[in-house]
């Protein structure tokens, strides 16, 4: 059981950015995308989810063996896609909690209602776990709300969808370290043997506080290099000067 | 997700299932029918069968005149008003009954019209009284007792004109004379139906008093006028809902409905329609407010062909409130031409617009407003928020505010917003599972959410689901 990304190159408005990218996150494992700015690693994150301004020219995603290129973007969420993103969207007049709410029922079949009580309660506890405050649910989502309280939001709404296969796009970034501590508890929260976590980030930081059993390195749109965890660290100390020097860029 | 407003068969079907809430319509049963097109005759035929007063027959005739004289109004106006063909409309259709007080009473396929579209029931639910019309006249008119004890007048204005003369003549015609446009006088030459209102003295009405207008009969034009007089210091709420089937041909609603709020007295007039798409909604809306006195126009504008309606409120006793509500949804082949009036006629008198449109596909949202404040004025304040929302390239919206200002001791505020539901928004919310057609609903509502927050609870409901379907048509 995972998700499987097999040889996919994808384009934007003809420039291709994709350009064969293999990777595999099993159930119940951890992995993080390392890479320069510009490498493709936000990209991957959006074709996975199929946003419709990439166009996949080649290879395949597929979510425990089934092909998922074919789906509109709601039904890959609703196949266990989680997409965390690096810069939420507003959405004025809607409140976090309806917000949530339509997103549960339309996991639904036709005809059967969320249980308000017992989705409130679920809502609550969870927002327990990310220490935010009550009134939250009544503001709109992700309105004026601050860089911190946006990726917060993100983790909230992670773990109320309970999806199979996560995608983190650089959910550390903007966050001081007290919400970083916050973050990284919720997602280690998340970790479980019924689940694929997938990190994207610049930084090392976060791999501090969630610790992944992979760490690869992504750039000009292809994984270049795969190690554990040791490697986050290599790359904090030496950066990604090695690409340029190493030859692991496809010429 | 498809930029083109295109809509699969399943949508359709499941569109439709749901529109048939107000798309029927019975076989005609008319025992008065004044024949197709407009003429001296046709008046004359209506006053005949409605054995109207000779000053009433007079005014009719006169206002006819007018109607000749003006001409459309398509200098300013769409053009789309050149295909209202006069001669092809019907302009009387009765049936011959009085407006009957018990529902049992009033004649089967009216009363399953107004069951399927749930008047009784919410009747039941929580209305003070009930005005049900059909076509040209009213089938049901019906308040509470106690009410009625309490002085409270709630009739047709048939009967309002013949049983409460000495009310109704002195305000009838004087908010909106005859001649304040094409639509008016041509009202006032056949109008029949409406409501006439009258609150004694500070009597504060709990519940809403409600309307319901439906068109049954097709190349029809319903032409109701509606009269509301609160006396000093008393309080109403009166809300009106609209719905015809949907025929081939066009159909013309063209109503006139004045208020009257007199001193410290409170009015607010609540419209949720949703006419079909062949309907030609042009109406005109205006309240006077005397000193202290306030008057709210709560207006929500779903469906029809072209709708032209710009509620206002003349300002005439110093610290008199007028307020226009109003939210506008333009769905293809659509145009919502909406907007307000403002007329300020005493000091300190003050004044509130806020208009929110959104355009779906071809829907075109257009706000007109105008804000007259004299230079002899002191103290006087308005407000004007429009906000519209575009839903694909292809819609269109425009604003024509007029605020006219004369002198330097008053507060005027302008604020306009354009916003689109982007890609980016639907995206986000797509991610998280939601449908395409009920993100699109879900971005609707948020935006209209705290303009929705003032209607009743019960239109409330039925708002949010009117904007539920109206999305789900509108993507593929």
Same mark, same amino acid.
């Given at each position: 059981?995972?998700?499987?990304?097999?040889?996919?190159?994808?384009?934007?408005?003809?420039?291709?950015?994709?350009?064969?990218?293999?990777?595999?996150?099993?159930?119940?494992?951890?992995?993080?995308?390392?890479?320069?700015?510009?490498?493709?690693?936000?990209?991957?994150?959006?074709?996975?989810?199929?946003?419709?301004?990439?166009?996949?020219?080649?290879?395949?995603?597929?979510?425990?063996?089934?092909?998922?290129?074919?789906?509109?973007?709601?039904?890959?969420?609703?196949?266990?896609?989680?997409?965390?993103?690096?810069?939420?969207?507003?959405?004025?007049?809607?409140?976090?909690?309806?917000?949530?709410?339509?997103?549960?029922?339309?996991?639904?079949?036709?005809?059967?209602?969320?249980?308000?009580?017992?989705?409130?309660?679920?809502?609550?506890?969870?927002?327990?776990?990310?220490?935010?405050?009550?009134?939250?649910?009544?503001?709109?989502?992700?309105?004026?709300?601050?860089?911190?309280?946006?990726?917060?939001?993100?983790?909230?709404?992670?773990?109320?969808?309970?999806?199979?296969?996560?995608?983190?796009?650089?959910?550390?970034?903007?966050?001081?370290?007290?919400?970083?501590?916050?973050?990284?508890?919720?997602?280690?929260?998340?970790?479980?043997?019924?689940?694929?976590?997938?990190?994207?980030?610049?930084?090392?930081?976060?791999?501090?506080?969630?610790?992944?059993?992979?760490?690869?390195?992504?750039?000009?749109?292809?994984?270049?290099?795969?190690?554990?965890?040791?490697?986050?660290?290599?790359?904090?100390?030496?950066?990604?000067?090695?690409?340029?020097?190493?030859?692991?860029?496809?010429? | 997700?498809?930029?083109?407003?295109?809509?699969?068969?399943?949508?359709?079907?499941?569109?439709?299932?749901?529109?048939?809430?107000?798309?029927?319509?019975?076989?005609?049963?008319?025992?008065?029918?004044?024949?197709?097109?407009?003429?001296?005759?046709?008046?004359?035929?209506?006053?005949?069968?409605?054995?109207?007063?000779?000053?009433?027959?007079?005014?009719? %005739?006169? @206002?006819?005149?007018?109607?000749?004289?003006?001409?459309?109004?398509?200098?300013?106006?769409?053009?789309?008003?050149?295909?209202?063909?006069?001669?092809?409309?019907?302009?009387?259709?009765?049936?011959?009954?009085?407006?009957?007080?018990?529902?049992?009473?009033?004649?089967?396929?009216? %009363?399953?019209?107004?069951?399927?579209?749930?008047?009784?029931?919410?009747?039941?639910?929580?209305?003070?009284?009930?005005?049900?019309? +059909?076509?040209?006249?009213?089938?049901?008119?019906?308040?509470?007792?106690? %009410?009625?004890?309490?002085?409270?007048?709630?009739?047709?204005?048939?009967?309002?004109?013949?049983?409460?003369?000495?009310?109704?003549?002195?305000?009838?015609?004087?908010?909106?004379?005859?001649?304040?446009?094409?639509?008016?006088?041509?009202?006032?030459?056949?109008?029949?139906?409406?409501?006439?209102?009258?609150?004694?003295?500070?009597?504060?009405?709990?519940?809403?008093?409600?309307? +319901?207008?439906?068109?049954?009969?097709?190349?029809?034009?319903?032409?109701?006028?509606?009269?509301?007089?609160?006396?000093?210091?008393?309080?109403?709420?009166?809300?009106?809902?609209?719905?015809?089937?949907?025929?081939?041909?066009?159909?013309?609603?063209?109503?006139?409905?004045?208020?009257?709020?007199?001193?410290?007295?409170?009015?607010?007039?609540?419209?949720?329609?949703?006419?079909?798409?062949?309907?030609?909604?042009?109406?005109?809306?205006?309240?006077?407010?005397?000193?202290?006195?306030?008057?709210?126009?709560?207006?929500?504008?779903?469906?029809?062909?072209?709708?032209?309606? +710009?509620?206002?409120?003349?300002?005439?006793?110093?610290?008199?409130?007028?307020?226009?509500?109003?939210?506008?949804?333009?769905?293809?082949?659509?145009?919502?031409?909406?907007?307000?009036?403002?007329?300020? @006629?005493?000091?300190?008198?003050?004044?509130?617009?806020?208009?929110?449109?959104?355009?779906?596909?071809?829907?075109?949202?257009?706000?007109?407003?105008?804000?007259?404040?004299?230079?002899?004025?002191?103290?006087?304040?308005?407000?004007?928020?429009?906000?519209?929302?575009?839903?694909?390239?292809?819609?269109?919206?425009?604003? +024509?505010?007029?605020?006219?200002?004369?002198?330097?001791?008053?507060?005027?505020?302008?604020?306009?917003?354009?916003?689109?539901?982007?890609?980016?928004?639907?995206?986000?919310?797509?991610?998280?599972?939601?449908?395409?057609?009920?993100?699109?609903?879900?971005?609707?509502?948020?935006?209209?959410?705290?303009?929705?927050?003032?209607?009743?609870?019960?239109?409330?409901?039925?708002?949010?689901?009117?904007?539920?379907?109206?999305?789900?048509?509108?993507?593929?």
């Amino acid at each position: 059981m995972s998700l499987v990304i097999k040889d996919l190159h994808a384009n934007v408005e003809d420039t291709p950015i994709l350009k064969g990218v293999n990777l595999e996150i099993p159930k119940g494992e951890v992995h993080a995308i390392m890479g320069p700015n510009g490498s493709g690693k936000s990209t991957l994150s959006k074709v996975v989810a199929g946003h419709e301004d990439y166009e996949v020219t080649s290879g395949s995603v597929s979510l425990d063996g089934e092909d998922i290129l074919e789906l509109d973007v709601d039904e890959r969420s609703r196949a266990g896609i989680f997409l965390a993103f690096q810069y939420p969207a507003e959405v004025p007049g809607v409140s976090n909690a309806n917000f949530i709410r339509a997103a549960l029922q339309a996991r639904l079949p036709k005809g059967e209602e969320i249980d308000a009580v017992a989705y409130y309660k679920d809502l609550y506890s969870k927002m327990d776990v990310l220490e935010m405050n009550r009134k939250f649910t009544a503001r709109a989502v992700n309105e004026g709300f601050s860089g911190g309280e946006k990726k917060r939001n993100e983790i909230l709404q992670m773990m109320m969808l309970d999806p199979q296969y996560c995608i983190l796009d650089e959910t550390d970034s903007g966050l001081d370290i007290d919400a970083l501590k916050i973050v990284a508890k919720g997602v280690n929260a998340m970790r479980s043997p019924d689940r694929g976590i997938l990190m994207i980030t610049h930084y090392q930081r976060l791999l501090d506080y969630i610790e992944p059993d992979y760490v690869h390195v992504m750039a000009d749109g292809q994984i270049v290099k795969t190690g554990g965890k040791e490697l986050a660290l290599e790359l904090e100390e030496s950066g990604y000067d090695f690409l340029k020097d190493g030859g692991l860029v496809n010429a | 997700m498809s930029a083109e407003a295109t809509i699969d068969q399943e949508t359709q079907n499941a569109i439709d299932i749901d529109r048939a809430k107000g798309d029927f319509h019975f076989p005609e049963n008319h025992k008065y029918d004044a024949g197709v097109g407009l003429s001296t005759d046709t008046i004359n035929y209506i006053s005949d069968v409605k054995n109207d007063p000779d000053w009433v027959r007079a005014y009719r %005739l006169k @206002a006819y005149e007018t109607f000749l004289s003006k001409p459309m109004p398509t200098n300013w106006a769409t053009e789309d008003l050149n295909n209202i063909h006069f001669d092809d409309i019907r302009y009387y259709l009765a049936d011959g009954q009085k407006p009957m007080r018990n529902w049992e009473d009033v004649p089967a396929e009216v %009363l399953e019209t107004f069951e399927r579209l749930g008047v009784p029931e919410q009747e039941r639910a929580f209305l003070a009284g009930v005005e049900a019309q +059909y076509d040209s006249e009213t089938a049901y008119s019906s308040v509470k007792e106690e %009410l009625e004890k309490d002085g409270v007048i709630f009739v047709n204005s048939t009967e309002g004109l013949k049983e409460h003369e000495e009310i109704f003549r002195p305000w009838f015609g004087k908010v909106i004379p005859t001649g304040d446009n094409k639509f008016s006088a041509l009202n006032s030459a056949v109008f029949s139906g409406g409501s006439f209102i009258y609150i004694p003295k500070g009597l504060k009405v709990k519940h809403p008093l409600q309307a +319901y207008f439906r068109i049954n009969s097709e190349n029809f034009g319903q032409f109701e006028r509606t009269l509301i007089i609160a006396d000093e210091g008393a309080e109403v709420m009166y809300m009106e809902g609209c719905t015809a089937p949907k025929f081939e041909s066009t159909t013309l609603h063209s109503a006139v409905v004045e208020l009257v709020a007199m001193k410290g007295a409170k009015i607010q007039y609540v419209t949720v329609q949703n006419w079909s798409s062949n309907v030609f909604n042009l109406v005109t809306k205006r309240g006077l407010a005397h000193e202290d006195a306030e008057v709210r126009w709560i207006d929500c504008n779903i469906g029809s062909r072209l709708t032209m309606k +710009y509620p206002g409120v003349v300002m005439k006793g110093e610290r008199a409130r007028g307020e226009v509500i109003s939210i506008a949804l333009a769905n293809d082949g659509q145009h919502q031409d909406t907007g307000a009036k403002m007329i300020h @006629a005493a000091d300190n008198t003050t004044s509130n617009v806020v208009s929110k449109s959104i355009s779906v596909g071809e829907g075109r949202a257009t706000y007109r407003g105008q804000v007259l404040i004299p230079k002899h004025l002191k103290g006087c304040k308005n407000n004007t928020e429009c906000d519209a929302l575009m839903i694909n390239a292809n819609s269109k919206t425009d604003t +024509y505010p007029a605020i006219t200002v004369r002198g330097n001791q008053h507060v005027t505020q302008h604020e306009a917003s354009v916003s689109q539901v982007s890609q980016e928004m639907l995206f986000y919310m797509q991610q998280r599972g939601i449908s395409e057609a009920a993100a699109m609903s879900l971005a609707v509502n948020g935006f209209i959410n705290d303009l929705v927050s003032e209607f009743p609870m019960e239109y409330s409901v039925e708002l949010k689901r009117l904007i539920e379907l109206e999305m789900e048509g509108s993507v593929g």
